[in-house]
């Protein structure tokens, strides 16, 4: 099945509704933790091309999108949907591997970093460079925990003081190591290759 990835546009603001209803639908299903996200919130996300959307033909099939906190500092990449017809796929991973590189590009020097209750998803993160980390190494923006204030869970987080939930904190390298990190081995490999010795022809 053919998809289409790529940044959400101004053009795919039609699809919020649907969106919402979809995060509402999911939060019923898992009956765990997942914040809702309004229509309008949602369409702010396209507008600012803060967001990936997949689609399979003219329906839609998946979205992510990705907010700051902390003056910048942290970037959260949240709200991975895949429509129930498209599950299986391979697509939340695709997704979540374009949204990641989103992140990178627009936010260099942020740490990336999600929540999830989702195993799904952890295994997904793991295998894009996530490691799990405690609460106390996310974002303690307001902004940012307030959102959990429509999950289900948001009493567990409370009465551990926010170090603790149901989700698991993960945390990816930055644009900036990842691009150091490339530096280093570019590096080595050339001081690899002077410590060779030259053919000797015969």
Known sequence: ???????????????????????????IKRKTGI????????????????????LCGNK?????????????NYVSNSGL???HDFQGMGLAKLIKSEVLNLARKKYPNAKVFGITTSHVV????????????????????EQFWNGCKTCVNYDVLTRNERQLCLCTGM?????????????????????????????VLV
């Open 122 to 141: 952890m295994n997904i993160n793991f295998s894009l460079g996530y490691k799990p980390v405690p609460f106390s190494q996310l974002t303690e923006d």
């Open 81 to 83: 949907i895949v429509d």
């Open 35 to 54: 914040a809702t996200r309004s229509p309008e919130y949602i369409a702010s996300k396209m507008r600012k091309n803060d967001a990936v959307i997949a």
């Open 60 to 72: 839609l099939a998946g979205f992510c999108y990705i907010e700051t906190f902390t003056n910048g």
């Open 1 to 27: 099945m053919d998809f289409e990835i790529r940044i959400a546009v101004e053009q795919d603001e039609p699809f919020a509704f649907l969106l919402s209803k979809m995060y509402e639908a999911s939060a």
């Open 171 to 199: 945390i990816a390298p930055s644009g900036r190591e990842i691009a150091e990190k490339e530096s280093r081995m570019i590096m080595e490999n050339k001081d690899k290759s002077k410590d060779e010795p030259e053919a």
